[in-house]
C-alpha cells in the first residue's frame, strides 16, 4: 500500500507503534525504538508522553490544521505524513513502513525497499560516505 499525505517530507523507515485507544494512562508509553508513530492526530499535549528517541517518524488520520505535528517533526528533523485517512484502519502494529518524501509505503516488497534506500542516497550523500 502507498498514499500520499503532506506535512514534512524526508525519509525514515521502521514498525508501526499505532494509537487507537487512548483510555489508557500513557497510550505512548511502550513505543519500541525505531517506530513510525501513527496516531489520529498528535497534539501538542500529547508530546510530552511521547519518547521522541524511539520515534523515527510520525503519521497522522487528521490533516494537521493546528500545525502540531509538523512543528514537533521540524524541531526534531523527523518526516510528520499528516492526512493519510484510513491509516488507522490499514496500518497495523508492526507494520514495515517506509516514509519517502510524503509517501507511506506500508509493507514494502524488496524493490520498494531498494528504490527507497537509493533515493534516499541521493537525497543525503552523507549517508553513504566511505570513511575507510
Request: with cysteine.
Amino acid at each position: 500500500m502507498i498514499v500520499r499525505g503532506s506535512g514534512v517530507g524526508g525519509f525514515a523507515k521502521g514498525r508501526a507503534f499505532v494509537v487507537i485507544d487512548r483510555g489508557q494512562r500513557n497510550p505512548f508509553e511502550d513505543i519500541p525504538p525505531g517506530s513510525v508513530l501513527v496516531a489520529r492526530t498528535i497534539s501538542l499535549s500529547d508530546s510530552v508522553m511521547i519518547n521522541f528517541k524511539n520515534v523515527v517518524a510520525m503519521v497522522t488520520e487528521e490533516e494537521d490544521r493546528t500545525g502540531h505535528a509538523s512543528l514537533l517533526a521540524r524541531g526534531l528533523g523527523i518526516p510528520a505524513i499528516v492526512g493519510i485517512s484510513g491509516c488507522l484502519r490499514d496500518i497495523y502494529n508492526g507494520d514495515r513502513v517506509l516514509i519517502q518524501n510524503l509517501d507511506v509505503i506500508v509493507n514494502p516488497d524488496l524493490s520498494a525497499v531498494a528504490e527507497f534506500d537509493r533515493l534516499r542516497r541521493e537525497a543525503d550523500p552523507q549517508l553513504s560516505l566511505d570513511l575507510l
